[in-house]
């Protein structure tokens, strides 16, 4: 696979930045900046990082199902993280999910069928200070109200278009 | 969005002094405010001496445990034929704790310099900066840094014609509380998964790559520039004896004023909540506070008249933890609470060991089944009994994280408990068993 050149320039980088013989290292990084750009990881991303990595397939697979931010099936464009850790629930956190959940149609990790919106409740996000808290992707939203979350899905929506 | 507050009257502001200067995240801004100079100082200190400012600093770990920085650091053997390594705690994931991702949002270099004193101390030359991977706005932000830092000579070859070497790389990680844990964040930057190690050896000795390593937390390594600018000593003064400093409280919950506030050690938790967070939300009653982070031991109503620091909070046998303080007031149900927790725990879970793979599922089960109504009369002895039977039994601490704040949650509210049995058969919640 060959992947964008500032992506490739980051692996080159990323290879280098461990000590000699412990590329295996990368493999969690790689992964994580590989997925985001191709939407997934693949059987194919899979064998690409273990050969950049120096190790087998099945060693980057075991790490591929457990780490949660690791996806086998695409999201959607927007992967809207809804945190119901304890603060968050305190302040209205699974109301927001359940919001977010009729708005868009969808159960958790599920995505639209337009593959423009996926779900999920996440564990703490570090916004406990501002919550309830959501992720759109890696972006922060802090204090979200059921409107606020309208909004936001509106302006999303509108920019696909 | 900001996020940190409007400085509040009751601050002492040593970590946190320079938030609010536009651009803080610069260099520029950094060496317009002080950036750098307890580096330079420290290049003309002994290692011995940087230790020793460290332990009369009073610093102790702000992951969670407390435990002396100083010693820590005194810990990394002084010649080693290996390289030995810093790594930077940053994986920020108990649940009630925001506070790191202010420091490096607003001061990442003042945790880089902490760095690279730690680096002179115990004569390591390369560091990483493990990044829990939803936070990736800031891994893109210190890597920004990072680069500018080389580029003008303040990483990398002989700093500054120190002679003294210091890389720094961010590493992401991809979703997982137990990867803060220390030896399982280290299988992590390994490239396994996050699977705890049996300790000892302790990573001082063999950490990453089996090589010395220091790890530490974001606000640990944020404190060092102002132990050794201003002395260990001056540290000290500000917070109670053992519990040096200041330390980040992030106030979260059914509180008037959350935020982050950086108040000295052993602030009394009572006005914390009132004169700093404004008192309990809509002027309802306190109920009870988890003082720092979801694995501590909640704290009712009156016990919170306590002084904020390791010791006390110890003695109360309860926990300062990461610093997360969640304010519950008395309309929190403390059977959904205790669920919403171990759902928490159960999930995390790594599932290396038994005692904590089969307990937190269990107690989830059972407390979910008790939360929907299907409670049975022996359940408040078997949650109690699960929980008392996997503390201290587990591989690593996340079977304790688990099993302390569900103890404390049926010890001091096993009225609340009975009184929602009570009731279960007249409300039931949910009509279907869950089967989970
Ligand atoms: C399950 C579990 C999760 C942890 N998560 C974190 C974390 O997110 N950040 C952190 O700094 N320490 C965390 N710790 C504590 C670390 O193991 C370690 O004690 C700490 O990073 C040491 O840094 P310190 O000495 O600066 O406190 C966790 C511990 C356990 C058992
Ligand atoms: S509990 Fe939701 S962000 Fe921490």
Same mark, same amino acid.
């Given at each position: 696979m060959i992947f964008p050149p500032e992506l490739e320039a980051r692996f080159d980088k990323m290879l280098k930045a461990y000590p000699e013989g412990r590329q295996r290292s990368a493999v969690i990084p790689m992964l994580m900046y590989a997925q985001d750009a191709i939407g997934m990881v693949t059987p194919e991303l899979v064998q690409e990082v273990a050969r950049r990595c120096g190790v087998t397939a099945l060693q980057v697979d075991e790490v591929v199902g457990y780490y949660t931010m690791l996806h086998r099936k695409p999201f959607g464009r927007h992967h809207i993280q809804v945190c119901t850790n304890i603060s968050c629930m305190l302040r209205g956190g699974e109301e927001l999910l359940a919001h977010a959940s009729k708005r868009l149609g969808i159960g958790n990790r599920e995505a639209t069928a337009d593959g423009q919106f996926s779900l999920e409740e996440v564990e703490c996000i570090g916004a406990c200070s501002w919550a309830p808290a959501l992720i759109d992707n890696y972006e922060f939203h802090h204090s979200v109200t059921p409107e606020k979350l309208d909004q936001l899905i509106d302006s999303l929506q509108k920019k696909a278009q | 969005m900001r996020l940190y507050n409007e400085p509040n009257p009751l601050e002492v502001k040593i970590?946190?002094?320079?938030?609010?200067?536009?651009?803080?995240?610069t260099l520029d801004v950094y060496l317009q405010n002080d950036g750098f100079q307890a580096f330079q100082k420290a290049l003309g200190m002994k290692p011995d001496q940087i230790i020793d400012e460290m332990k009369a600093s009073g610093l102790r770990g702000r992951g969670g445990a407390g435990f002396p920085a100083g010693m820590k650091w005194s810990f990394v053997p002084r010649s080693s034929p290996k390289p030995k390594y810093i790594v930077v705690n940053a994986d920020e994931s108990e649940p009630g704790t925001c506070k790191d991702r202010l420091l490096m949002e607003y001061d990442p270099i003042q945790m880089i310099e902490g760095m690279m004193i730690a680096g002179l101390a115990i004569d390591s030359h390369k560091a990483y900066v493990y990044v829990r991977g939803e936070y990736r706005y800031l891994i893109d932000l210190l890597d920004r840094v990072i680069d500018e830092l080389y580029a003008r000579g303040w990483l990398g070859k002989s700093i500054h014609g120190s002679g003294f070497d210091f890389d720094v790389y961010t590493h992401t990680g991809a979703?997982?509380?137990?990867?803060?844990e220390e030896t399982a964040l280290l299988d992590s930057l390994e490239g396994k998964r996050g699977v705890p190690r049996l300790k000892p050896p302790f990573p001082a000795v063999a950490g990453a790559w089996a090589s010395p390593t220091l790890l530490t937390n974001v606000e640990t390594f944020s404190a060092v520039p102002a132990i050794i600018r201003d002395g260990g000593a001056a540290f000290a003064a500000l917070g109670t004896p053992r519990n040096g400093g200041t330390r980040m409280f992030c106030l979260s919950g059914h509180i008037e004023r959350p935020g982050v506030y950086e108040l000295p050690m052993g602030f009394n938790l009572l006005q914390m909540i009132n004169e700093v967070g404004g008192g309990v939300r809509g002027g309802r009653k306190l109920k009870a506070v988890v003082p720092g982070g979801s694995s501590c031991p909640v704290l009712k109503a009156d016990e $919170?008249?306590?002084?904020?620091d390791f010791d006390a909070l110890a003695k109360a046998k309860s926990m300062l933890g990461s610093g997360g303080v969640v304010i519950l007031d008395e309309t929190t149900c403390m059977v959904k609470f205790a669920m919403r927790i171990m759902k928490f725990y159960a999930h995390e879970? $790594?599932?290396?060991?038994i005692p904590c793979r089969e307990g937190t599922a269990w107690l989830k089960k059972t407390l979910i089944r008790f939360h929907d109504g299907h409670g049975t009369s022996k359940d408040i002895d078997l949650i109690d009994d699960i929980a008392k039977n996997m503390l201290g039994r587990t591989f690593c601490a996340l079977g304790d994280a688990a099993a302390m704040p569900t103890i404390s949650i049926v010890e001091k509210f096993r009225d609340e408990f009975e009184a929602y049995l009570a009731k279960s058969s007249t409300t039931v919640r949910v009509p279907e068993l869950t089967v989970v």
């Open positions: - | 970590l946190t002094r320079r938030f609010g200067i536009t651009n803080s995240h979703g997982s509380y137990e990867c803060g $919170c008249d306590i002084a904020m879970s $790594c599932g290396w060991c």
